[in-house]
């Protein structure tokens, strides 16, 4: 059986991080950063150990999977944004993990991401406010 390879055999690669500035401990819902790439010169792709008929496209990472869960159970693909309002769940030692997936264009997926917190029940994330103010 001879199968044709995909224009984009590669998997996508990221992480998932705070903002910069922001340490542990977070309030329960914060921002996170979700850095993603689908580019297939760089390192962090496995060697394709195939001949490709024509050379490897980038599809660009399209769809990111996010959970409080490491089998991802109930979560759902969305569009891929580089920041996300997420809601942890924490133990109750206060400790919480968030789970991410990546998949590109051509429906690669990438390996888990994961990023491991502290929460502090007592905390607001601080918002951003942008003057004038105005109430209508």
Same mark, same amino acid.
């Given at each position: ?13 990221? &992480?998932? %991080?705070?903002?910069?500035? =922001?340490?542990?401990? %977070? ?19 496995? $060697?394709?150990?195939? &001949?490709?008929? &024509? ?6 990472? +399209?769809?990111?999977? $996010? ?7 109930? +979560? /759902? ?13 924490? /133990?109750?030692?206060? #400790? +919480? ?19 491991? =917190?502290?929460? /502090?029940?007592?905390? $607001? &994330? #601080? ?7 105005? %109430?209508?």
């Amino acid at each position: 059986a001879c199968t044709t390879p995909k224009l984009d055999p590669y998997l996508p690669h990221g &992480e998932v %991080v705070l903002p910069p500035g =922001v340490d542990s401990p %977070v309030a329960r819902t914060s921002t996170i950063w979700l850095e993603a790439y689908d580019d297939p010169e760089t390192e962090e792709h496995p $060697i394709f150990d195939g &001949e490709l008929i &024509e050379p490897a496209m980038q599809s660009g990472v +399209a769809d990111v999977l $996010i959970s409080n869960r490491a089998d991802f159970d109930g +979560a /759902d693909w969305a569009p891929y944004s580089p920041t996300v309002q997420w809601t942890f769940d924490p /133990d109750e030692d206060g #400790q +919480a993990t968030v789970y991410v997936r990546y998949r590109d264009g051509a429906g690669n997926e990438s390996e888990v991401a994961a990023l491991s =917190v502290v929460i /502090d029940p007592d905390l $607001i &994330e #601080q918002q951003e406010v942008y003057l004038p103010f105005m %109430v209508r």
